[in-house]
């Protein structure tokens, strides 16, 4: 038996696998965000660790023998967040979490301090890594900084709490900027950029490597026969990977989620910051992936369904089979964008509204957006080298044979909906403390779900979202310029 944590934003997921990879049980615990001022988003570890102990304690209740039965932990979380200690290893203050936006300035700082960051680190300087985080800590919160002995991820925090030891693992590691992410070592020299030398990091793993063990007293409050070992585990995206079987190079999905996302499994280390695409390590030994991420993917057309009060189902139903593109053109930036603009500032639009536009047009407009903004995505990863011939597709978006039609054809690939797991990182690292206790081959245990028919593009569609992307991307100046 095999558990699976997954420590979140909104909550922590814990899974139960059993040998034939069966979920026999899960539990969740909720979590929240304290934003003091604008762009703060903050949690205090604590409450993550009243979190574990919740889930851990229904699953002790509600499935105890399973529990005691366990041989190996695996850990996935959000990505990027400034767990400060000091040299008892105590919070220094709560942690700043990756959708924080206060460090904007600072990612210039790091840059000029350190102009090698973008090749050795692999990616531009965004607020939301943790790096920057530092380096506005050391500007407005001087007596905690001369404070720090150590830095920690949010599940590497975890770890130390579940185990005494401060690992952290490769994929997680890459989101900080301090990693050498083709050396999968830490930069001494990206480390100095922020002020801190390489005591104040954890020892780094792979994450199907043992990391750790549980503590006995823990083990013996949670009715577990032994203490298990804990695996080096994943970031949320790479341990998802890890569930869906993405781990061969060449492997792709799209994540029609909150956000959306473009993965790839890479056999190297590919950084393509002119394009903001995200070049991070994957959760097993020898192999990276790529990002193309645009930041409001379902949330645009759950934006759209409360603007004019109608349910996203209803308003997807209402699009129906899609014969010919809109008449109107939606760009998606409500948040801002990731890939390729690396643009935190620019806005939405509609664009191309007659006196005849009605709402299945604009409903369809939306679909449409998001599947422009991915095909920024795909295109960025191809210039940097990477060949993505098909990928499956997971996320709420992937319920609705429209959108998946709209995106096949925008993005002119073969798209394959796949039955999502409801455990996502867990179940993947879940698969990860098993290949850390038992040094099976990664490639007879990570094998994707089953997966529905494949999405051809549509060859009357393909040259006419290729016209209407070639407008979609004219607007971005516009856009650009009255953000200021």
């Known amino acids: 038996m095999y558990l699976g944590l997954d420590l979140g934003t909104s909550g922590l997921k814990a899974v139960l696998v059993d040998e034939v990879q069966r979920v026999v049980g899960s539990a969740t615990a909720p979590l929240t965000v304290s934003r003091p001022h604008p762009g703060w988003s903050e949690q205090d570890p604590a409450q993550w660790w009243a979190a574990l102990e919740q889930a851990l304690g229904t699953l002790r209740d509600r499935h105890p023998a399973e529990l005691a039965a366990v041989r190996g932990i ?37 840059e000029a301090a350190f102009p090698d960051l973008r090749r050795v680190a692999g990616n531009i300087a965004m607020p939301g890594f943790t790096a ?14 001369s404070k ?43 480390l ?34 032994t203490p298990p070992l804990l695996a080096g585990g994943a970031g949320d995206n ?46 097993l030994p020898g192999l990276w992936h790529q990002m ?29 089979a899609v014969a010919r593109p809109s008449e109107a053109l939606f760009l998606p930036y409500l948040a801002g964008e990731r890939t390729p603009h690396n643009d935190g500032a620019v806005r939405g639009a509609f664009a191309g509204l ?34 993505i011939e098909a990928a499956d597709v997971i996320g709420g978006g992937s319920r609705s044979p429209a959108w998946i039609r709209i995106l096949a054809s925008v993005l002119d690939l073969p798209l394959s909906p796949l039955a999502e797991g409801e455990h996502g990182g867990a179940f993947g690292a879940a698969r990860l403390a098993r290949l850390a206790v038992t040094g099976e081959a990664p490639d007879a245990l990570c094998t994707p779900p089953a997966r529905g028919a494949t999405v051809m593009p549509d060859p009357e569609l393909v040259p006419a979202y ?4 070639a407008r979609y991307r004219g607007l971005y100046p516009a856009l650009r310029a009255l953000a200021g």
């Open 74 to 110: 695996g850990l996935s979380g959000q990505q990027h967040g400034a767990v400060l200690l000091d040299a008892d290893d105590r919070v220094l203050r709560p942690c700043i979490l990756w959708n924080d936006t206060r460090a904007t300035a600072e990612c210039a700082a790091l």
């Open 132 to 145: 920057p985080k530092l380096l506005w800590v050391r500007a407005h919160e001087p007596e905690i900084f």
């Open 148 to 190: 720090v002995a150590r830095v920690l991820l949010p599940k590497a925090w975890l770890r130390l709490a579940l185990s005494g030891e401060a690992v952290e693992e490769m994929s997680d590691a890459s989101g900080t900027l301090w990693l050498d992410v083709a050396a999968r070592a830490w930069s001494p020299e990206a």
């Open 192 to 225: 100095a950029a922020t002020g801190l030398a390489a005591s104040a990091m954890p020892r780094l793993v792979e994450g199907s490597a043992p990391a750790g063990r549980l503590r006995p007293d823990l083990a013996r409050a949670w009715g577990m026969a």
């Open 238 to 283: 790479a341990a998802g990977a890890v569930g869906l079987g993405a781990i061969r190079p060449g492997d792709a999905f799209v994540s029609l989620g909150t956000s959306g996302v473009l993965f790839a499994v890479t056999d190297g280390a590919r950084p393509y910051p002119e394009g903001a695409v995200h070049a991070f390590c994957h959760a």
């Open 292 to 320: 193309g991420v645009t930041l409001s993917a379902a949330a645009s057309l759950a934006w759209w369904a409360g603007v004019i009060g109608r349910d996203e189902a209803s308003l997807v139903a209402e699009v129906g």
């Open 354 to 387: 007659s006196a005849g536009t009605e709402r299945p047009a604009l409903t369809q407009a939306v679909m449409e957006g998001v599947a422009f903004s991915l095909r920024d995505g795909l295109d960025a990863l191809r210039a940097s080298g990477t060949r």
């Open 466 to 469: 290729a016209e209407r992307l």
